[in-house]
């Protein structure tokens, strides 16, 4: 059976790669609702070549609205999910070759969608086409779930769900092999604080920095009014080697312009990176120079979340377990003025987390230190047991076809199945492969395209059959 289902990946892969072709190139971007098309026209281009392409191969579809796409190997009850998407997140700038016209080079595609999510939703159709065309004999029905706004909220899950329920078990091609059985809860939580505006000299006339609550800011600047430069070397020299962040000084309206320069990453692995709004906040609440309300809150912050403090100690939620590691706290963006304090927070909580030992935690401290918190509420940790058969099931395919180790892995991201149970990512790229997905010259390896074929073939087989 082994020979059969690498012969028919092999045999298969070019016109796997016309259709990857045909679907890159529409630029199914979410755009202005219109009737029928909640997520707008293109999108609902894409979801009409992604039917035309299932009909060829000779699936049935039902198109959901255009939430959700769907395609059925058999009539039987269904037992096997794989859920995928056809959205897309904006091209950017700085590509090798246009972004939505497939390039073949050094045996990778190029192009916006190729790993995510489109090469994998294709090796997933030739799969469940490999299992038809090889005859083999089915109890149970894969169905092929095919979304389109998981890059943008992912309310197609929740439009679908209403109208089919999850399949008894599940796997999303839109990671990485093995198996991200664990993913870490998020929890992302604003505050602010108001005040009398100090107008006296010296005092901060403005302190900014980040742009995203899950990226590591790497840059921040503060405006210092009535300070000499004389007076801060001495604090910057001790900051910079209390932090490791660098801060450079420059004159601007009449006062100091201090600017830091930390290193970025995302926010699941702050300990990547040097967060240079905390680093700023931690230099500027120390300086003797300034008093006033708007002072004092800034010093309050800062004793809530100091700089290097990214476990959430001082807040109270510091936690971690064996098998999902630490929680993670990232003060991604900041700004203060002359009357208020604003701050979106990234917390990514492993599974021991819910919402009385993190989310009220936070809150409590922060309200009870004089700020207004708001969030839409905390994600909980999304968790299927490695002891489930079918993970083993998952694994023993990934092993059988390519030669690399099976195992579970906890990431602190979330992906599509978050909250889906029985559900995991599981692919498309091989370990360390960057894709590049949501960056310029996003690309797909033509080898692990076709080994996802063979697996995904062979995982059918062994849970439908």
């Not at 192009?111 to 799969?127: C, E, Q």
């Not at 059985?181 to 403005?206: D, L």
């Amino acid at each position: 059976m082994k020979s059969k289902i690498e012969n028919f990946a092999k045999e298969n892969m070019p016109q796997i790669l016309d259709d990857i072709r045909e679907l890159v190139a529409v630029r199914s971007i979410k755009g202005k609702a219109m009737p029928g098309m909640p997520y707008g026209e293109d999108i609902a281009k894409v979801v009409a070549c992604m039917e035309k392409l299932a009909h060829k191969h000779g699936f049935s579809t039902t198109n959901f609205d255009n939430y959700m796409l769907t395609a059925r190997l058999n009539d039987k009850p269904d037992e096997l999910g794989i859920l995928c998407h056809l959205d897309v997140v904006h091209e950017g700038t700085g590509w090798s070759s246009p972004p939505f016209e497939m390039d073949i080079r050094d045996g990778c595609i190029y192009g916006r969608g190729t790993a995510d999510n489109k090469g994998p939703a294709v090796a997933a159709l030739y799969a469940m086409k490999c299992v038809r065309e090889l005859g083999i004999p089915l109890k149970k029905n894969v169905r092929l779930m095919l979304g389109t706004d998981e890059e943008s909220g992912m309310s197609d899950l929740t439009e679908y769900f209403k109208r089919e329920a999850p399949p008894p078990f599940c796997f999303s091609p839109d990671a990485a092999f093995p198996v991200y059985n664990i993913e870490k809860g998020r929890y992302g939580p604003s505050f602010s604080a108001n005040f009398q505006e100090h107008k006296s000299t010296p005092r901060i006339a403005g302190i900014k920095g980040g742009h995203a609550a899950n990226i590591v800011p790497d840059e921040a600047e503060a405006l210092l009014d009535g300070v000499q430069m004389e007076e801060l070397s001495p604090y910057l020299d001790e900051y910079a080697k209390k932090t490791g962040v660098k801060f450079h000084v420059e004159e601007k309206n009449g006062g100091l312009l201090v600017k830091a320069s930390g290193l970025s990453s995302h926010a699941a692995y702050p300990e990547d990176g040097n967060n240079a709004v905390t680093a700023l906040i931690a230099l500027v609440s120390n300086l003797p120079f300034f008093s006033g309300e708007g002072y004092e809150r800034l010093s309050t912050l800062s004793a809530l979340i100091p700089h290097g403090d990214w476990a959430g100690e001082k807040i109270g939620i510091q936690m971690e377990d064996e098998l999902s590691g630490i929680l993670t706290c990232n003060l991604g963006v900041f700004e203060y003025t002359p009357t208020s304090i604003t701050g979106r927070i990234d917390i990514r909580s492993p599974i021991c987390s819910n919402k009385e030992n993190c989310a009220d935690v936070m809150e409590n401290c922060f309200t009870s230190a004089g700020f207004d918190i708001s969030s839409s509420g905390m994600v909980l940790p999304h968790h299927v047991s490695e002891d489930l058969p079918f993970i083993k099931t998952l694994m023993r395919a990934f092993e059988e076809y390519s030669g690399l180790p099976g195992e579970c892995v906890s990431m602190g991201g979330g992906t599509y199945v978050h909250g889906i149970p029985n559900a995991v990512a599981f692919g498309a790229a091989f370990p360390d492969t960057e894709t590049n997905a949501h960056a310029a010259d996003e690309y797909a390896v033509i080898d692990e395209l076709e080994a996802c074929v063979k697996i995904f073939s062979q995982i059918i087989i062994d849970i439908c059959g």
